[in-house]
């Protein structure tokens, strides 16, 4: 089967792109639990740093699954461990924090606490913010003994101390239409130097803020054509390679930025097939520099490893056209060559010159 891939000479539309050239290979296909039961739409993943294990959430009685490093499903539970309606969750050393979202029948403003042995231990209330008697988690990051929680029924990024009381909040802010609205926060992700990365779904854009509170800078433009954001749902930091991944569910795609918001190219695409994806709907890194998708409504997770390329004068840009072949999308300046017999696990990637602008 041949493949083709498009090679840049660093110029496209007569400017100097300035970036990196990287591949992205998919590694592992996930669609089983550890008694070989069928994943169930999963929604979310989140990674333990500690024992190296990554957390699916799915549907169906076991919502979790634990799976390690080398994608061995160990243990599942749910309903039986009071495991119900679950949202996302976060590791620290000693707990397991999960938040239950819109499904749970109660009042739930609060983070359920488990020990590492995934037994239940109590309930974290949430407490002293506005709209606290109608929220509901959906994410929750642990950093520094400090709860970072988004949720329904508040638009914003909520802190809380280890006790559950409010601490303080972040609301992003766009002009839209000449009227300044409120940028409800989808996703979150904090880096080494405590930068808040904060995903706006219904702005199509992330917002980074410093530890203190301070607007730093934001990037992604809304739309539904390539390197914009339709629907974007998680995001994800590989501060090693520099990178900033950002997965959008309308769009079927893995959007990639550099750390500072330079948008550099996406892989994906609506499809069944390895390395296409139906409606993802999260995405974390571990702490191989892996990257897990939840391919939601492709019944999977799928695993990825972006790295590199050597070439110091070429970009690869393409995309995948059919099952095993990809068709190019060319620019200025640019040469076609044909590979033949590509591994099918090695995703070209798509890159177009976007232009920012404001909303």
């Not at 549907?59 to 039986?80: L, Q």
């Not at 042995?117 to 929750?140: I, M, Q, T, Y």
């Not at 918001?261 to 994806?277: A, N, Q, V």
Request: aromatic fraction near 10%.
């Amino acid at each position: 089967m041949q493949a083709i891939v498009l090679l840049f000479g660093g110029v496209a539309g007569g400017q100097d792109l300035d970036r990196e050239d990287f591949t992205v290979r998919c590694l592992e296909v996930i669609e089983k639990d550890e008694r070989g039961v069928a994943l169930n739409y999963p929604r979310a993943i989140f990674y333990d740093p500690f024992d190296d294990e990554t957390y699916v959430v799915g549907s169906g009685e076991n919502e979790i699954i634990v799976f390690t490093h080398d994608f061995y499903p160990v243990i599942s539970a749910g309903h039986g461990r009071g495991l119900k309606g679950v949202r996302s969750g976060a590791v620290t050393e000693d707990n397991l924090f999960f938040c239950l979202g819109s499904g749970a029948a109660e009042r739930n403003n609060f983070l359920l606490r488990y020990d590492r042995a995934l037994l239940p231990v109590n309930k974290v209330e949430l407490k002293g913010f506005p709209g606290e008697s109608d929220f509901k988690p959906e994410r929750v990051v642990v950093r520094d003994g400090f709860f970072y929680v988004i949720g329904t029924g508040n638009q914003g990024l909520l802190k809380f101390a280890e006790s559950g009381i409010f601490i303080d909040s972040i609301i992003p802010h766009e002009e839209v239409l000449g009227v300044k609205e409120e940028a409800p926060i989808k996703s979150l992700v904090i880096d080494k130097d405590g930068r808040l990365f904060l995903l706006s779904e219904v702005m199509g854009r992330v917002y980074v803020y410093s530890q203190s509170g301070k607007l730093l800078f934001k990037f992604g433009i809304k739309g539904g054509s390539s390197g914009k954001l339709s629907r974007p749902r998680a995001i994800a930091l590989d501060e090693n390679m520099g990178l900033v991944f950002v997965v959008d569910y309308m769009r079927h795609a893995v959007n990639v930025y550099s750390l500072d918001g330079k948008y550099l190219f996406e892989f994906g695409g609506k499809g069944d097939g390895r390395g296409w994806f139906a409606f993802p709907s999260d995405i974390c890194l571990d702490g191989r520099d892996r990257l897990w998708v939840a391919d939601t409504f492709n019944s999977r997770v799928q695993v990825f490893k972006v790295s590199r390329l050597n070439s110091a004068n070429e970009k690869v840009m393409s995309k995948i056209e059919g099952t095993n072949e990809a068709a190019v999308q060319s620019g200025s300046g640019a040469k076609v060559e044909i590979k033949e017999n590509l591994p099918k696990s090695e995703i070209p990637l798509r890159r177009e010159k976007i232009e920012e602008s404001n909303l």
